[in-house]
């Protein structure tokens, strides 16, 4: 079965610095990653992918994600954290059996930017 | 486009209570999905959609039902309300692709059962 985990349940950074949200994975055959972002009383937004191709995604907002195969791992990462980037982080896998491009999610990472 | 829309915003029920958690999208997909999103939990997928006609249980279908009579709507019945059934639920819409559409979300509806 697929999952993502996500080890940290608040990251803490100071505006200005880089951040990194980190999430690991486990997936039989190739993986579909994702990441989204949820600001409070608000759906989920997304962020970027990873299909195939450069390890390296670049996505909304200044953030991007670093896919590493040998470490099962897909970290979201942007050089320069802003107090507007403060919100919940959910890393997601495609489901690979049965059809719909179905996600499993993980449990949330909760970013705290401070000034 | 409106994109994702869904009614009502909050809703407390009682228990043993019945309702129609709606959800509507003009995007023309053909994906849907309903998930609820308790704290520390992250989304649980409850039904899903690959087009009008067809559905299928996800993660937590329990005491919940479906029906997608047409590509736009995709409401989420609560048949028997109980308050394992309090949460926050979310709709959510994509593309079929073969490179994974990216799925979106809609303002989500929470409901309280007392």
């Known amino acids: 079965a697929q999952s993502v985990a996500q080890p940290e349940d608040q990251v803490n950074v100071a505006e200005g610095n880089p951040l990194t949200v980190k999430c690991t994975y486990s997936?039989?055959?190739?993986?579909?990653l994702f990441w989204y972002v949820q600001y409070p009383n608000r759906g989920l937004q997304f962020l970027l992918k990873?299909?195939?191709?450069?390890?390296l995604v670049k996505g909304s907002y200044g953030f991007e994600a670093e896919f590493n195969k040998s470490q099962t791992s897909f970290h979201l990462k942007k050089p320069s954290a802003l107090v507007s980037d403060s919100a919940l982080y959910f890393c997601?896998?495609?489901?690979?059996?049965?059809?719909?491009?179905?996600?499993?999610f993980g449990t949330g990472t909760q970013l705290k930017v401070e000034l | 486009n409106a994109g994702v829309t869904q009614t009502p915003k909050f809703r407390i029920l009682k228990i043993g209570q019945s309702m129609t958690l709606q959800c509507t999208q003009d995007?023309?997909?053909?994906?849907m999905y309903w998930y609820r999103q308790d704290p520390g939990m992250g989304l649980k997928l409850i039904y899903y959609?690959?087009?009008?006609?067809?559905?299928d249980k996800g993660e937590v279908p329990n005491g919940y039902n479906v029906s997608r009579s047409t590509t736009e709507d995709f409401p989420l019945r609560l048949e028997l309300a109980a308050p394992s059934q309090t949460s926050v639920y979310f709709c959510?819409?994509?593309?079929?692709?073969?490179?994974?559409?990216?799925?979106?979300f809609g303002p989500g509806t929470r409901l309280t059962v007392l």
């Open positions: 990873y299909i195939t191709g450069d390890n």
């Open positions: 995007m023309n997909h053909n994906y």
């Open positions: 959510a819409s994509s593309y079929s692709s073969a490179t994974m559409g990216t799925q979106y």
């Open positions: 997936v039989s055959g190739n993986p579909y």
């Open positions: 997601a896998v495609r489901v690979n059996t049965g059809g719909g491009n179905k996600l499993t």
């Open positions: 959609s690959v087009g009008a006609g067809i559905t």
